[in-house]
Structure formats: structure tokens, C-alpha cells
């Protein structure tokens, strides 16, 4: 009898404990609770085809704890903007000079002997020694001076914050100015969500980025549109998001190379539009958000400045 | 009375106001403790949060006491919006098979061609952070979380905060309860278009 009262006793414990593990872990508590239901699953666009990625990295040079704010390539030398500074550097990584700036630049186009430096609202022309020619005119409070890029005796300045190209002589002569409308009945022009707005010269022919519509646009000195090519997607073909490509160079082969920003990925296009291959895949990396600035040697080998993590990443083909 | 010329009286004064002395000074203290403990709150760190939707799930509110709000300022106004529409959207318009939000919280403005203001409505959020993915996956990352102090109860261990797994919550001073984004941008953000008469 009293073994019986054991039992049940026993049984009744084993009972209750099953209950109590039981409701715990059918129970909503907070840390119990699953998965949000609505989560934005985004992984299938980092995922890419092994074979479109043409290029491969073999090279990295790091700069520091100093952020660095623009890259230019020419001449065997890369260029790279810091807090205030200049720093030239050769493509293997040694440090050649570093040369103190009057304010802080946040993109540099060098040309010949010239280095032409934007400074939020203004340009600064230098000798690629290091020494000061002349700071040009203010282009006002609003300006934000994101991209330079020159031919022959042409100076072409990409302005953000006012959403427009300016054309200059190599002495600070405004020459003139144009917003990108594709027709005198366009309602707008250059689309330019954020501070990004890349230009660059090819073969005597400017090429400007028109983020905002996710366009590469050619036009005449004067701001006639001659040509486009655009490609909205998120996919790896297109260019994804509110303002890419970001940042945009041409190798001396005519290729495109684009850096675009939140899904960071470099590409490869052909003057078409069509995409030739990858140079830089995305990562789901969440701290790395900032599109690359990208500068080409002679041989056609990317450098891709990486703001997230102080270095030049450099890629060549396969 | 003693040799000294005190008394047992005035020893037991004595006591009596030194303990009343160390009672209030203790309750004092106690207060003044409870008093800066109190002037924290918790708050989400938007540069550290990784939106993985766990402040819609975890949160002791039936509707979480985060919100999604949007930092005009940084902003880019577009019109292919990543935190607004679904990554494969079929079209830029305002249908519902076009916008990510699951309650259709946000409400897309028509400013000028082609610029669009994109508005919160609290009421209807959920804070589970689509949006604020998307934004930050493809756009300025406008759209963030901040943990609403108007419903947030305030609780001694944030049941969001155990389980964030960016650490990305914490308590701030009372004095500054919000961490907002754009103040701390370090790129220079365009001027938004002016709004015009056509919204």
C-alpha cells in the first residue's frame, strides 16, 4: 500500500514535469519566439555565377587608420585623397609622398603634370608635386564637387548638389554648364538621390552617370545628349537601388567599370550596356556599404578603393 | 551622569540624531540612485542594427514599441525606392503587390518628376524592419528603428535588447532619448527637391 502511494506519487511528479516542459516550449514568451514572419530575405542577390567573375584580387594595399576619400590612377602612381592630405603611393603599395592639402578634397582627377582636386565647392589645381596653382571660384553653399575628369584643354566637373556638369578651361574659366535634360521638354535632368555623380572621358567622348535612373550618358562638350545606355535591376546584369552605379571609370580598352553602392559589387560592361563579366562579387557584409571609387591602370587592372576598410583592393583578369 | 559630564540622556540624543542623520542620508541617496537609473532609456543604435525583425517579435507590447521612422534629410526621394517596393516589384506604382510594407504603412507623395516624399504611418507599423532592410540594402538607409518612448514600457531588462544580436540596444541618457540618423551622416547629402503644388 505505502509502495503504491509512492508510485503515484512519482507518476504524478514525471507528470507534471512533462507538463511543464511541454508548455515551455509550445509557450510565445519573448526569446522563445520564432522568426519574424515578414523579415526581408535579400540573400539570393549576393548569390552569382562563379563563371562571370573574370576578375581576380592579388593585391591589397592598406592606408592606415586615416579614411580615405578618393582615388585617381596616371602614370604609375595612385593617388589617394585623406583627411586634408594627399598621398601617392606606387601600384605595389610603397608610400612616395605625402603632400598637405589647404582643405579636405573628396575626389582628385590628375592629368599630365596636373592634379585636379575637388574640394565640396571648389576646385583646386596642383602641380602633381604637391605644389598649388590655383583654387577656382566657389560654385556656392549648395555645390557638392563629386567627380573631375579633363580633355585636351577641357576641365568637366561633376556637381551633385546641383545636379549639373560644369565645362571649365584649364585656367578656371567656366566655360559652361548643363543639367542633363535629355530634350528642352524633359521635366528633369541628372537624377541625383545622394552625393554620387561620376564622370569620366573616353576617347575624346564624356560619359556621365546618371544615377538616379541608373544611366551612363554620352554627351557632347556642350551637354547634348548623344547617347545612353540604362539597366534597372537588382539582378547581377542591372545596376540595383536608388543611385547607381556610384562610382564609374573607362579602361584604356573601353570598358565600363562600376561600383555601385549597398549591394557593393564591381561589373565590367561593354560601351553597349551589355554586361561582360564581374570584377568584385557582393558580400553579405553588413559592414561593408560604400561603393568602391574604382581607377584603371594602363593594363586595364582595377583599383577599387575600399572606404569600409582603409585599403586599395587590386583586381586583374583571370 | 558620567565622570566626563554626559549623560545617559544625552548619549541616547545623541544616537537617535546621528541614525535619523544616516536614515535620511540614506534615503537621499537611495533617491538620488533611483533618480539617474531613471534618466536612462533604451534606445536602438541604428548604425548597429542589423534589422533582423526581432524587435517585432520580442518586444513585451502586443504591438511592438518600435517604430520605423525616416530621416528626411538623408533621403534620397527616389522614385525606385528600396525601402517602398519589393526588389522584384513589377512596376514603380503604388498598388499593394508592389510595396514591401506588410501593413502598408508608408505612403508614397508625388513631389516633382521624378522625386517622391515616402511618410510613416506609426499607427500601422509594426517595427519589423523590411523597410528599413531594403532601404539600407539599396537605398541611403533613410529608414531606421527607434524604440518609441511613448509605448515603451521601460523595462528593467529589454526583452528586445536580450536577444539583438548586433547589441545594437542599450540605454542612452533621457536627456537625448532617440538616436537619430542623419545628424551623424559624414557624407554630404543633396538638398531634397522643394515640394511643389502637385502633390
Same mark, same amino acid.
Given at each position: 500500500?505505502?509502495?503504491?502511494?509512492?508510485?503515484?506519487? #512519482?507518476?504524478?511528479?514525471?507528470v507534471?514535469?512533462v507538463?511543464? #516542459?511541454?508548455?515551455?516550449?509550445l509557450?510565445?514568451r519573448?526569446g522563445?519566439?520564432?522568426?519574424?514572419p515578414?523579415k526581408?530575405?535579400?540573400?539570393q542577390?549576393y548569390k552569382v555565377?562563379?563563371?562571370?567573375?573574370?576578375y581576380?584580387?592579388?593585391?591589397?594595399?592598406?592606408?592606415?587608420?586615416?579614411k580615405?576619400?578618393g582615388? =585617381?590612377? $596616371?602614370?604609375?602612381r595612385?593617388?589617394?585623397l585623406l583627411?586634408?592630405s594627399?598621398?601617392i603611393v606606387?601600384?605595389r603599395?610603397?608610400?612616395?609622398s605625402?603632400i598637405n592639402?589647404?582643405d579636405?578634397?573628396?575626389c582628385?582627377?590628375? $592629368?599630365?603634370d596636373l592634379?585636379?582636386?575637388?574640394? *565640396?565647392?571648389y576646385?583646386?589645381q596642383?602641380?602633381i =608635386?604637391?605644389r598649388?596653382?590655383k583654387?577656382w571660384e566657389?560654385?556656392g553653399e549648395?555645390?557638392?564637387i563629386? !567627380?573631375?575628369?579633363?580633355k585636351?584643354d577641357?576641365?568637366?566637373?561633376?556637381?551633385?548638389g546641383?545636379? $549639373?556638369?560644369?565645362r571649365?578651361? *584649364?585656367?578656371g574659366?567656366?566655360l559652361?554648364?548643363?543639367?542633363g535634360k535629355?530634350?528642352? =521638354?524633359?521635366?528633369?535632368g541628372?537624377?541625383?538621390?545622394?552625393?554620387y555623380? =561620376?564622370?569620366?572621358?573616353?576617347?575624346? %567622348?564624356?560619359?556621365?552617370?546618371?544615377p538616379?535612373?541608373h544611366a551612363?550618358?554620352?554627351?557632347t562638350?556642350e551637354g547634348v545628349?548623344?547617347g545612353?545606355?540604362?539597366k534597372?535591376s537588382?539582378?547581377? %546584369?542591372?545596376?540595383?537601388?536608388?543611385?547607381?552605379p556610384?562610382?564609374?571609370?573607362?579602361?584604356?580598352?573601353g *570598358?565600363?567599370? *562600376?561600383?555601385?553602392?549597398?549591394?557593393v559589387?564591381i561589373?565590367a560592361?561593354?560601351a553597349?550596356?551589355?554586361?561582360i563579366?564581374?570584377?568584385?562579387?557582393?558580400?553579405?557584409?553588413?559592414?561593408?556599404?560604400?561603393a568602391?571609387?574604382v581607377a584603371?591602370d594602363e !593594363?586595364?587592372g582595377?583599383?577599387a578603393?575600399d572606404?569600409?576598410?582603409n585599403?586599395?583592393r587590386?583586381?586583374?583578369k583571370? | 551622569?558620567g565622570?566626563d559630564g554626559?549623560s545617559?540622556?544625552?548619549?541616547? /540624543?545623541t544616537?537617535v540624531?546621528a541614525?535619523?542623520?544616516i536614515?535620511?542620508?540614506g534615503?537621499g541617496?537611495l533617491?538620488?540612485? +533611483?533618480?539617474?537609473?531613471?534618466?536612462t532609456?533604451? /534606445?536602438?543604435? @541604428?548604425?548597429?542594427?542589423? /534589422?533582423?525583425g526581432r524587435?517585432?517579435t520580442e518586444?513585451?507590447?502586443a504591438?511592438s514599441?518600435?517604430?520605423?521612422i525616416?530621416?528626411?534629410?538623408?533621403?534620397?526621394?527616389c522614385?525606385?525606392?528600396?525601402g517602398?517596393l519589393?526588389p522584384?516589384?513589377n512596376?514603380r506604382?503604388t498598388g499593394?503587390?508592389? /510595396?514591401?510594407?506588410?501593413t502598408a504603412?508608408i505612403? +508614397?507623395?508625388f513631389?516633382?518628376?521624378?522625386?517622391?516624399e515616402?511618410?510613416?504611418?506609426?499607427?500601422l507599423c509594426?517595427g519589423?524592419?523590411?523597410?528599413?532592410k531594403?532601404?539600407t540594402a539599396f537605398?541611403n538607409?533613410?529608414?531606421h528603428?527607434?524604440?518609441r518612448?511613448?509605448?515603451?514600457?521601460?523595462?528593467?531588462?529589454c526583452a528586445i535588447? +536580450?536577444?539583438?544580436?548586433?547589441e545594437?540596444?542599450?540605454?542612452i541618457?533621457i536627456k537625448k532619448?532617440?538616436?537619430?540618423?542623419?545628424?551623424f551622416?559624414?557624407?554630404p547629402?543633396?538638398e531634397p @527637391?522643394k515640394?511643389s503644388?502637385k502633390?
Amino acid at each position: 500500500m505505502k509502495n503504491k502511494g509512492i508510485g503515484i506519487f #512519482v507518476v504524478v511528479i514525471v507528470v507534471l514535469i512533462v507538463v511543464v #516542459v511541454v508548455i515551455d516550449a509550445l509557450s510565445n514568451r519573448t526569446g522563445k519566439r520564432g522568426d519574424n514572419p515578414y523579415k526581408l530575405e535579400i540573400d539570393q542577390y549576393y548569390k552569382v555565377d562563379p563563371a562571370m567573375i573574370l576578375y581576380k584580387e592579388i593585391r591589397q594595399i592598406k592606408l592606415g587608420d586615416v579614411k580615405p576619400l578618393g582615388l =585617381d590612377y $596616371s602614370n604609375d602612381r595612385l593617388y589617394v585623397l585623406l583627411n586634408k592630405s594627399l598621398k601617392i603611393v606606387s601600384p605595389r603599395g610603397e608610400e612616395l609622398s605625402n603632400i598637405n592639402l589647404p582643405d579636405t578634397a573628396r575626389c582628385i582627377h590628375v $592629368s599630365g603634370d596636373l592634379m585636379y582636386l575637388g574640394f *565640396t565647392n571648389y576646385v583646386g589645381q596642383f602641380h602633381i =608635386d604637391g605644389r598649388q596653382i590655383k583654387l577656382w571660384e566657389t560654385l556656392g553653399e549648395k555645390a557638392v564637387i563629386t !567627380s573631375i575628369a579633363s580633355k585636351g584643354d577641357q576641365v568637366f566637373v561633376a556637381d551633385a548638389g546641383n545636379r $549639373s556638369v560644369l565645362r571649365y578651361d *584649364t585656367h578656371g574659366q567656366l566655360l559652361g554648364e548643363f543639367g542633363g535634360k535629355r530634350n528642352i =521638354d524633359d521635366l528633369h535632368g541628372f537624377v541625383i538621390p545622394s552625393a554620387y555623380f =561620376d564622370l569620366d572621358v573616353y576617347d575624346d %567622348e564624356l560619359w556621365v552617370v546618371n544615377p538616379g535612373m541608373h544611366a551612363l550618358e554620352n554627351y557632347t562638350d556642350e551637354g547634348v545628349l548623344r547617347g545612353f545606355w540604362e539597366k534597372t535591376s537588382m539582378k547581377i %546584369e542591372g545596376f540595383s537601388g536608388c543611385c547607381n552605379p556610384a562610382q564609374m571609370t573607362i579602361a584604356p580598352d573601353g *570598358t565600363f567599370i *562600376t561600383s555601385e553602392k549597398g549591394l557593393v559589387r564591381i561589373k565590367a560592361y561593354k560601351a553597349s550596356g551589355e554586361l561582360i563579366g564581374i570584377v568584385s562579387p557582393p558580400t553579405n557584409d553588413s559592414e561593408e556599404t560604400h561603393a568602391p571609387e574604382v581607377a584603371v591602370d594602363e !593594363s586595364g587592372g582595377v583599383f577599387a578603393l575600399d572606404f569600409d576598410r582603409n585599403m586599395i583592393r587590386y583586381f586583374v583578369k583571370k | 551622569m558620567g565622570k566626563d559630564g554626559h549623560s545617559r540622556r544625552d548619549f541616547i /540624543q545623541t544616537s537617535v540624531r546621528a541614525s535619523l542623520f544616516i536614515a535620511i542620508g540614506g534615503l537621499g541617496a537611495l533617491g538620488a540612485s +533611483r533618480a539617474t537609473a531613471s534618466h536612462t532609456v533604451w /534606445q536602438i543604435d @541604428p548604425f548597429k542594427c542589423t /534589422q533582423c525583425g526581432r524587435c517585432a517579435t520580442e518586444c513585451v507590447m502586443a504591438e511592438s514599441a518600435v517604430k520605423c521612422i525616416h530621416a528626411y534629410d538623408i533621403c534620397g526621394y527616389c522614385d525606385l525606392c528600396g525601402g517602398y517596393l519589393k526588389p522584384d516589384a513589377n512596376d514603380r506604382a503604388t498598388g499593394g503587390e508592389n /510595396q514591401l510594407c506588410p501593413t502598408a504603412a508608408i505612403s +508614397r507623395n508625388f513631389i516633382e518628376e521624378p522625386y517622391f516624399e515616402y511618410v510613416i504611418d506609426e499607427a500601422l507599423c509594426i517595427g519589423c524592419a523590411k523597410c528599413v532592410k531594403g532601404c539600407t540594402a539599396f537605398g541611403n538607409g533613410s529608414f531606421h528603428l527607434q524604440i518609441r518612448h511613448d509605448r515603451c514600457l521601460d523595462c528593467n531588462e529589454c526583452a528586445i535588447a +536580450r536577444v539583438c544580436p548586433s547589441e545594437a540596444i542599450s540605454r542612452i541618457s533621457i536627456k537625448k532619448p532617440y538616436l537619430i540618423k542623419g545628424k551623424f551622416e559624414v557624407i554630404p547629402s543633396v538638398e531634397p @527637391p522643394k515640394s511643389s503644388s502637385k502633390k
